[in-house]
DNA sequence: GCTTGCATCGATACGGCGTATTTGCCTGAT
DNA sequence: ATCAGGCAAATACGCCGTATCGATGCAAGC
């Protein structure tokens, strides 16, 4: 009869070994569900149920994660439909969006300045898509786009939170921030900013966004067709 | 003969009461010269000679003393000139210059949503040098040019730097970064970025920020005389 | 088959952080 | 003289990124 020399622990199975990929995955999952702040090298390893000090076998440091996170992010950003007002207007709302789906993108955007491959691919999916306009043109629009969008993206999740932080939806805000403002305004030494709030437009976020876009695409389209 | 009662300590005169304004200006200090991540309660309290606690009586935590930060480079921004167009582009240039006056304000602005007295004291006067132009259009403008600003400076600096951190002058970080690109390029995925490196223009960062304000401007500029 | 070297992984350790809590002192009132 | 209260300082706690060390298991040599 034979002997079986190599028992298998039934109760748990062969963890998946550890990798880059798991490890940046276990970093965002942490990021999108509870922020940037969120992530620690202890916390990313013990999603992953080992030792802090394995995580260093496969990055060598906590700002390489967040670059390997950024990159990624990027991975879900594409251009697409047709000639350049559509790439570029299509790269700014795949950009917003993405941010959306990664909140912690709006604190890191900007703000890093490795090239990484998804980056990298991301930008040549932008310029292929811009057809052969002259690169004196290309070039300074996708930049003014991507600036654009950093600001704007940025902002509209730092404003988002604090909306969220305070009570859930609109109306909570503006109660708690109504009297704030009334007695800012009651000192008469923001007669302009008064009259905005008072009797300004008030545009939901898309519109916006897409308001301040559209203000570039025609400022690009009047340089490209002058 | 008469004794005095109180001697006063000549080797360590009296120092300068504790405030907020001088918690904030140790701050401010730290972070021109080390960066951000040189300010810690601990530092900042150590500037001013104290124990890390002593600095509770005044801020009631480290991110009310950011926001204080960005409140106070709110107060060296000031749109000047006349008309709605000279108006946005002070605006954003005297952004861009209080930004390469204190590089941490890269890292901060746009992330930060409180309206400090400053900020608002900006906002009033942005908006009363927009003369009367219909609020439909100036509150999307503002915003506009606003959010370009954040980004177009956060990239700047971040580009900026990257080249610092590798070598000094722009040689350098080509030197550097020459063979990485090389290396990128040589698998042929790359063929649009590989063509804008190799034959595209290379504005400096003057230029570059100018054009994709100009770009918004225009736009804006059709959107007034529609 | 036993030992020895080495590589690998876990644990521990260090210095720094934001901040809560405790301690000690100084002043002014009773 | 005693005590109470307030304030500054010191200490402490839990977390962070990461350096270092110790144990463990496996491969190669005798």
């Known amino acids: 009869m034979l002997v079986w020399e190599r028992e298998e622990p039934p109760s748990r199975p062969v963890p998946a070994p550890l990798s880059r990929e798991r490890i940046l995955g276990a970093a965002i999952g942490l990021a999108d569900v509870d922020g940037l702040e969120a992530v620690s090298l202890r916390k990313v390893a013990a999603v992953l149920g080992v030792g802090p000090m394995r995580l260093y076998g496969y990055i060598a440091t906590k700002e390489e994660l967040l670059d390997l996170m950024v990159d990624a992010v990027h991975a879900e950003i594409r251009p697409v439909g047709d000639g350049w007002r559509e790439a570029l207007h299509s790269l700014a709302e795949t950009t917003r969006q993405a941010a959306h789906r990664h909140e912690w993108f709006a604190d890191l955007i900007g703000g890093r300045p490795r090239l990484g491959p998804h980056a990298l691919a991301r930008g040549e999916a932008v310029l292929a898509a811009m057809g052969d306009i002259d690169l004196d043109i290309v070039v300074p629009a996708v930049d003014a786009v991507d600036a654009y969008v950093i600001g704007a993206v940025r902002r509209e999740i730092t404003e988002w939170r604090a909306e969220r932080a ?28 008064e009259s905005v709030v008072r009797d300004g437009p008030h545009p939901d976020p ?21």
Do not use: C, H
């Open 206 to 226: 898309d519109e916006t966004f897409r308001t301040g876009l559209d203000f570039i695409l025609d400022g690009i389209e009047a340089r490209i067709s002058n």
């Open 166 to 193: 305070t009570g859930m939806d609109k109306r909570q805000w503006q109660a708690t921030f109504g009297p704030y403002l009334e007695r800012v305004f009651a000192t008469g030494r923001f007669p302009a900013l």
